[in-house]
């Protein structure tokens, strides 16, 4: 940028002795520079911007101890109310104190001079609350303070750390005959599976 203005300098004071060509590299360094600064201004107030969009963001985010589900409602629940903390997050404390500890080398991520990083039990809260209810990122980032798109990277972290650390027991395959039988008695006790059939075939006979 430098070495631009001081050659657009010395051409300009040789004042009438430039010739054509001379005159040419005026014009393209002007345009060079012009072209620059027009840049640097607009990457300067892009980072404005930013900055201005940025201190507001964390100023939000900053309340999440304060007013977030996580570290009020839960807790509050978890303490007093066994029954309402169940229904919210579709299990007992003590179970979902045992997922955060066998799933927090998954999803802990390290704290680093710059954030702290979310811990991982409120982002666990976050997916179960997500597959109990359906509810959509923006909701979940309000009740939750934290941000929509930090939502959607944990929903995809999560759930498939919850399968790594768990497919093997949870949808152990079974192998063997005995192991289908149990898996086939086990269906029918909790589906009434051998009752439906009954309906079925009497609607069958009633209809022919």
């Keep these: 940028m430098e070495d631009l203005q001081e050659e657009l300098q010395k051409l300009v ?4 002795r430039l010739d054509e060509d001379q005159a040419k590299m005026v014009k393209v360094v002007a345009c060079l520079l012009a072209a620059t600064a027009v840049k640097q201004f607009r990457i300067k107030r ?9 201190v507001w963001v964390r100023e939000w985010l900053l309340n999440r101890d304060r007013y977030g589900m996580y570290k009020k409602l839960m807790k509050h629940l978890k303490q007093g109310d066994v029954k309402s903390f169940r229904n919210y997050v579709r299990m007992d404390p003590g179970m979902f104190n045992q997922m955060v500890e066998d799933l927090k080398p998954l ?3 390290k704290r680093t001079n710059w954030r702290k990083p979310l811990p991982a039990g ?8 997500y597959l109990a209810m359906g509810n959509s990122y923006k909701s979940l980032a ?5 941000a929509p798109n930090t939502i959607v990277s944990i929903v995809s ?19 063997t005959t005995e192991e289908w039988k149990k898996v086939a008695q086990d269906f029918s006790g909790k589906c009434n599976f051998y009752h439906c059939c009954g309906c079925i075939q009497m609607a069958s006979m009633s209809g022919s």
């Design 13 to 16: 004071d040789d004042g009438p």
């Design 46 to 54: 892009l980072r404005n911007d930013r900055r201005k969009q940025s």
């Design 107 to 109: 999803i802990q991520k």
């Design 122 to 129: 409120l982002k666990l809260a976050i997916i179960l609350r």
């Design 142 to 146: 309000y009740g939750f303070h934290v």
């Design 157 to 175: 972290d999560v759930c498939q750390a919850i399968y790594d650390k768990y497919s093997e027991t949870a949808f152990k395959f079974p192998t």
